[in-house]
């Protein structure tokens, strides 16, 4: 599936990622795709199709930091990806990766997620 072309009027999602590993994300920066759990595939898409542009910010569980972000690329299909080698992921998506940098989440302490109990984005 090709990029919707943006849309006007149209807002602007944001997801943050958890990856298990850092291998993980390494992979996604070298090939710029993902693949996330089938649970997430039906928001992730809703909002690729409802939205202007999807970003993606990705962090390492227990890293304590973000790992950089990118732009969703494509909806998520049906083909699986061997490269993580997990048969609990979903569909691979296409991401184009805009920075790639360890950022430490008190960075981020003012930021707060009004729909998640207005709780610090982490």
């Not at 291998?23 to 928001?43: A, C, H, L, V, Y």
């Not at 609990?88 to 920075?99: A, L, N, P, S, Y």
Request: proline share 5%.
């Amino acid at each position: 599936c090709k990029s919707p072309s943006p849309r006007q009027n149209m807002p602007v999602r944001y997801f943050i990622m958890k990856s298990s590993n850092l291998k993980n994300i390494d992979i996604s920066q070298q090939k710029g795709i993902w693949s996330t759990t089938p649970s997430n595939e039906r928001k992730l898409n809703g909002a690729f199709w409802e939205s202007s542009m999807v970003y993606l910010i990705f962090s390492v569980q227990g890293s304590g930091c973000f790992q950089g972000f990118a732009r969703m690329g494509s909806a998520i299909g049906c083909e699986k990806s061997q490269d993580w080698g997990s048969a609990g992921f979903g569909g691979v998506f296409k991401v184009d990766w805009i920075r790639k940098e360890s950022i430490p989440f008190q960075f981020a302490h003012h930021l707060f997620n009004p729909w998640n109990d207005s709780k610090k984005v982490q």
